[in-house]
């Protein structure tokens, strides 16, 4: 059996991969609160009506996680990873179509979660189905898993199957399948990514009548006041070097371009270009959130901030976090808890609601690497490149415990499109991903 059957094979599945596709982005699986047993039963449905054994592994609250095995004839594995979850829906009326309708318009599946990860999410699951349709001959497992939790922290989800089920997890090498393309550039091979902080700020003043100001303290006024030290912060902290320079980035992009002086013209003119640069090679901090104020006429005595705080490869969370704590003092509020602060006390509460901490390949000539490269040329009639993601995955949970070192992020759809309004996937990278999974199991379990 040659690969020129499984190219034929997925063509002709054309319309089912589609139709699958849109039937997960019709199941409801939005975090909070999940939901994501609802999708595992879809995709175990579909496996199962295709003579795949899989097992649902029930968290409790219709929360979920799946795993399913192609058992072949070597030792060697290959996991695909990805998650059933999506974002909620901010406001449904600046869509184009309804958000859950899965609509096609233009030769692009439309709908929440269809590029973040509905899309890749069919793509991995459908060349697992035509490899075991073919049976194909594997020297190896190729082992599909289906997680939860993975737009809130992950914890339910990768991590959860990784520490409760290590032998079924066990593998090779691992593609986690969210989105990689990052127009306007050819799809990347994420080999790492940046970590993520997200800090709770709570300023706690003393409320008062908006006639007499004089008798209290505005909290949000406090909080503004640490806000517009915030850029001091790097101060506070190591300086640390990243994995790789901006003139080191550029070069990466180089070859997807032809030459350094047309990638020059290009990133000059492209805003997006240089803010994914400037991203990747340092550390940043934004504010995401602001809450303050319950009524019209009383200054507020209570305001909230959340500090979204985006890490680079090698800087410490717990310096970051005391270098906050430090700044905040030096403006001149002290960081107590509600319990110890005194009454009227003008005090700071500081929350770690998240971590992710940043991750990267400890080897940049992976099989994997070489093998996914070959192929999406073969497929896409583009170039790919090496580079690393300004967000983070569950990526981070093979690489960073050493669970499997050789872990990239690979898939269908423009990551830009991930969260955002009227979000899609086209439908020919749909197909083209489904090929290139399935190529790249076959070539690396033969």
């Not at 992950?154 to 691992?174: F, H, L, Q, S």
């Not at 790789?244 to 550029?250: A, G, M, N, P, T």
Request: glycine letters at 6%.
């Amino acid at each position: 059996m040659n690969e020129e059957e499984i190219l034929k094979a997925i063509d002709t599945a054309k319309e089912e991969i589609i139709n699958f596709c849109q039937k997960l982005i019709q199941t409801d699986s939005v975090n909070p609160p999940g939901n994501e047993l609802n999708v595992a039963k879809v995709i175990s449905k579909f496996l199962e009506e295709n003579g795949i054994e899989s097992e649902i592994f029930e968290l409790g609250n219709n929360r979920a996680n799946l795993i399913a095995t192609l058992k072949g004839a070597g030792d060697k594995r290959l996991l695909l990873n990805g998650h059933m979850d999506v974002v909620p829906i901010e406001n449904e009326k600046n869509w184009v179509v309804p958000p859950f309708s899965a609509s096609i318009k233009r030769k692009r599946i439309i709908g929440r979660g269809a590029v973040d990860m509905k899309g890749p999410l069919a793509a991995m699951i459908s060349a697992f189905v035509i490899l075991k349709r073919l049976n194909f001959p594997l020297k190896g497992n190729l082992i599909l898993n289906c997680v939860s939790d993975e737009e809130v922290l992950g914890e339910i989800g990768t991590k959860w199957c990784i520490t409760n089920y290590p032998e079924k997890m066990r593998a090779d090498a691992v593609i986690v399948c969210e989105p990689s393309g990052l127009d306007p550039l050819p799809k990347a091979i994420l080999i790492g990514e940046k970590g993520r902080l997200e800090v709770q700020i709570i300023t706690h003043g003393i409320s008062y009548h908006a006639g007499m100001p004089a008798l209290g303290v505005n909290a949000f006024e406090m909080f503004n006041k640490i806000f517009n030290n915030i850029h001091k912060l790097n101060s506070y902290i190591s300086p640390v070097i990243p994995p790789f320079s901006k003139d080191e980035l550029k070069s990466m992009l180089i070859e997807c371009f032809g030459t350094k002086e047309i990638f020059e013209k290009i990133y000059e003119d492209n805003s997006i270009l240089q803010a994914l640069i400037d991203a990747l090679s340092n550390f940043t901090c934004t504010l995401s959130i602001v809450k303050a104020g319950l009524k019209e006429n009383v200054g507020p005595g209570e305001c909230t901030a959340i500090l979204d705080i985006r890490l680079v490869q090698g800087q410490d969370s717990k310096e970051i976090i005391n270098g906050l704590k430090k700044l905040i003092n030096d403006v001149g509020y002290p960081i107590k808890s509600p319990d110890s602060a005194a009454k009227n006390e003008l005090y700071v509460e500081l929350k770690i609601n998240s971590l992710s901490e940043p991750s990267i390949v400890d080897r940049y000539d992976y099989e994997i690497i070489d093998i996914l490269k070959n192929t999406y040329k073969e497929i896409y009639h583009k170039k790919t490149f090496k580079f690393l993601m300004p967000a983070t995955t569950d990526a981070r949970f093979f690489r960073n415990s050493g669970f499997c070192k050789q872990t990239v992020v690979f898939g269908p759809g423009n990551a830009t499109q991930a969260h955002s309004k009227n979000e899609y996937i086209d439908i020919k990278d749909l197909i083209n991903a489904t090929k290139t999974y399935a190529l790249v199991a076959a070539r690396f379990l033969k």
